[in-house]
């Protein structure tokens, strides 16, 4: 009896656990980021020329790695960019930086989940000197 017992306690934990493995992996969702065609550093340059084609950076004391974070909507557009650190006249700075985002033509693709475009954010540095400027790792 007690040999019946053990098995039957056995067999119920086994159970058990693979019923809750089943629905870890269940709940694990496929996630893929967004991309620009070419990449980052594409998306970087075509920024670079928009800044340097329509802003004219004198204006502000931007020297330095400077930090732009911002969405990639589902429908592959920037939207709600903040600039990082804050410069003299930081929200028409912010205001040029969006515009010239918005000038860069190519649409990103937006992040993937379970087969679903989703908003996502996205990170880029870039270095500001007096001259010239690059964008940074």
Same mark, same amino acid.
Do not use: C
């Given at each position: 009896?007690?040999?019946?017992?053990?098995?039957?306690?056995?067999?119920?934990?086994?159970?058990?656990?693979?019923?809750?493995?089943?629905?870890?992996?269940?709940?694990? +969702?496929?996630?893929?980021?967004?991309?620009?065609?070419?990449?980052?550093?594409?998306?970087?340059?075509?920024?670079?020329?928009?800044?340097?084609?329509?802003?004219?950076?004198?204006?502000?004391?931007?020297?330095?790695?400077?930090?732009?974070?911002?969405?990639?909507?589902?429908?592959?557009?920037?939207?709600?960019?903040?600039?990082?650190?804050?410069?003299?006249?930081?929200?028409?700075?912010?205001?040029?930086?969006?515009?010239?985002?918005?000038?860069?033509?190519?649409?990103?693709?937006?992040?993937?989940?379970?087969?679903?475009?989703?908003? +996502?954010?996205?990170?880029?540095?870039?270095?500001?000197?007096?001259?010239?400027?690059?964008?940074?790792?």
């Amino acid at each position: 009896m007690r040999k019946y017992l053990f098995v039957f306690i056995l067999l119920i934990g086994f159970k058990s656990f693979a019923q809750e493995s089943k629905v870890e992996s269940e709940n694990l +969702s496929r996630t893929e980021k967004a991309e620009f065609p070419g990449g980052d550093e594409v998306f970087t340059k075509e920024f670079l020329k928009m800044i340097h084609g329509y802003i004219d950076l004198r204006k502000y004391a931007v020297n330095g790695q400077f930090t732009f974070l911002f969405d990639v909507t589902a429908d592959g557009k920037v939207d709600n960019l903040k600039v990082l650190p804050k410069v003299k006249d930081s929200e028409l700075f912010i205001d040029d930086m969006n515009f010239a985002i918005k000038k860069v033509k190519k649409k990103w693709k937006p992040a993937m989940r379970d087969g679903k475009p989703v908003v +996502s954010k996205k990170v880029i540095k870039i270095n500001f000197t007096s001259d010239h400027f690059d964008h940074g790792d």
